[in-house]
């Protein structure tokens, strides 16, 4: 019964990504929001850190936080998945539960 | 589904409130169900009634207000964490202040407890 | 009334935010409400477990006894993790209670085993 992490600060600035991929499971998925949304630069060490959960498919994140911050496409990892508030929602039930990494 | 909602960070130092607004918003237009939205540490800030905020930013707690009214939501802060921030009797629209057996009631009829913030 | 198995993360160090104490505060609230709860310690949550806390200087409440009261909110499991204590060059002598000191992997099936999982 996987687990969907969501993650809300910047890996940056906090060791909550890192504690989280430290302790998921490998059918878990993940999800960046607000601050996190950072971690979808492609060729830096955050995309390095994430690259195997992105191959399975299970990396998203949250398309309006990364609009708020001028993130174009073309600068994102290959492989995520972007969401909206909808498919948040939707994420949240596909999972089996949810756990919030700050 | 059966949602509870919990929202641990005050408005507009963070985010927090208003992603967890807007996930309500979303998860009511798809028809599910919203037992309760608690909030606990500094989220017990939202509930307060004297906020205005400059004409150009979005009023966290208003939203919050109006989707209560729309919905005919449960808005519950936890009385203990409120009385220690000194938010008592005067509550904005749509919040009530209760107690953590309040929310335990919450996540027995819940299928997911969801957490913004801290 | 239907049990929800809830598990409460604590990663953040004690007094230099409230977060340790209103999140016991919210376990042993569930608990007391008929819920089954668990606390994981890991990051700097362990520290919330470290033995001879003195905090009279700083004017707070001292969280050791509470955690001591575990047993009697019947709180089912105490964890820590082991590469959380590593970390910050502590053993499980330094801890003041006897917990389940788990390795991450374990860690991982304990958050699968609930229902409901909460941060702090």
Redesign the interface.
């Given at each position: 019964m996987p687990t969907l992490h969501i993650i809300n600060t910047s890996p940056n600035m906090r060791t909550a990504l890192q504690s989280c991929l430290r302790v998921m499971h490998e059918d878990d998925g993940i999800i960046f929001i607000e601050d996190a949304v950072i971690s979808v630069k492609k060729d830096t060490p955050i995309a390095e850190l994430i690259k195997e959960k992105i191959l399975t498919g299970k990396c998203f994140f949250l398309k309006p936080d990364l609009e708020a911050r001028g993130i174009k496409e073309e600068s994102m990892t290959q492989g995520i998945k972007l969401v909206d508030y909808n498919g948040f929602v939707k994420l949240t039930i596909e999972f089996y539960r949810t756990q919030t990494w700050s | 589904?059966k949602?509870t909602i919990?929202v641990n960070n005050a408005p507009y130092l963070s985010?927090?409130s208003d992603?967890a607004c807007?996930?309500a918003?979303?998860?009511l237009?798809?028809g599910?169900e919203l037992v309760q939205v608690f909030f606990?540490?500094d989220g017990v800030l939202n509930a307060l009634d004297n906020s205005e905020p400059p004409q150009d930013d979005r009023d966290v707690i208003e939203n919050w207000s109006k989707l209560a009214e729309e919905n005919e939501l449960d808005l519950i802060i936890c009385s203990?964490?409120a009385l220690r921030r000194g938010v008592s009797d005067k509550l904005a629209v749509g919040f009530k202040s209760d107690?953590?057996?309040r929310?335990?009631?919450a996540?027995?009829?819940?299928d997911?407890?969801?957490?913004?913030?801290? | 009334m239907e049990q929800k198995t809830c598990l409460f993360i604590n990663r953040r160090s004690p007094y230099g935010s409230t977060h340790a104490s209103e999140a016991l505060d919210m376990a042993f609230a569930l608990s007391a409400f008929e819920h089954r709860v668990s606390l994981i310690f890991m990051d700097d949550g362990v520290l919330q477990l470290m033995r001879d806390q003195q905090t009279e200087t700083i004017g707070m409440k001292n969280m050791s006894p509470s955690f001591k009261a575990w047993e009697d909110y019947e709180i089912q499991h105490l964890y820590v993790e082991q590469a959380s204590l590593e970390t910050r060059g502590m053993q499980a002598s330094d801890l003041l209670l006897d917990v389940e000191i788990i390795d991450s992997q374990q860690l991982a099936k304990v958050i699968q085993s609930h229902q409901f999982i909460f941060n702090n």
């Amino acid at each position: 019964m996987p687990t969907l992490h969501i993650i809300n600060t910047s890996p940056n600035m906090r060791t909550a990504l890192q504690s989280c991929l430290r302790v998921m499971h490998e059918d878990d998925g993940i999800i960046f929001i607000e601050d996190a949304v950072i971690s979808v630069k492609k060729d830096t060490p955050i995309a390095e850190l994430i690259k195997e959960k992105i191959l399975t498919g299970k990396c998203f994140f949250l398309k309006p936080d990364l609009e708020a911050r001028g993130i174009k496409e073309e600068s994102m990892t290959q492989g995520i998945k972007l969401v909206d508030y909808n498919g948040f929602v939707k994420l949240t039930i596909e999972f089996y539960r949810t756990q919030t990494w700050s | 589904m059966k949602f509870t909602i919990i929202v641990n960070n005050a408005p507009y130092l963070s985010q927090s409130s208003d992603t967890a607004c807007k996930f309500a918003q979303a998860l009511l237009e798809q028809g599910h169900e919203l037992v309760q939205v608690f909030f606990y540490f500094d989220g017990v800030l939202n509930a307060l009634d004297n906020s205005e905020p400059p004409q150009d930013d979005r009023d966290v707690i208003e939203n919050w207000s109006k989707l209560a009214e729309e919905n005919e939501l449960d808005l519950i802060i936890c009385s203990s964490a409120a009385l220690r921030r000194g938010v008592s009797d005067k509550l904005a629209v749509g919040f009530k202040s209760d107690s953590l057996g309040r929310f335990s009631k919450a996540v027995t009829l819940s299928d997911r407890v969801i957490s913004f913030g801290t | 009334m239907e049990q929800k198995t809830c598990l409460f993360i604590n990663r953040r160090s004690p007094y230099g935010s409230t977060h340790a104490s209103e999140a016991l505060d919210m376990a042993f609230a569930l608990s007391a409400f008929e819920h089954r709860v668990s606390l994981i310690f890991m990051d700097d949550g362990v520290l919330q477990l470290m033995r001879d806390q003195q905090t009279e200087t700083i004017g707070m409440k001292n969280m050791s006894p509470s955690f001591k009261a575990w047993e009697d909110y019947e709180i089912q499991h105490l964890y820590v993790e082991q590469a959380s204590l590593e970390t910050r060059g502590m053993q499980a002598s330094d801890l003041l209670l006897d917990v389940e000191i788990i390795d991450s992997q374990q860690l991982a099936k304990v958050i699968q085993s609930h229902q409901f999982i909460f941060n702090n």
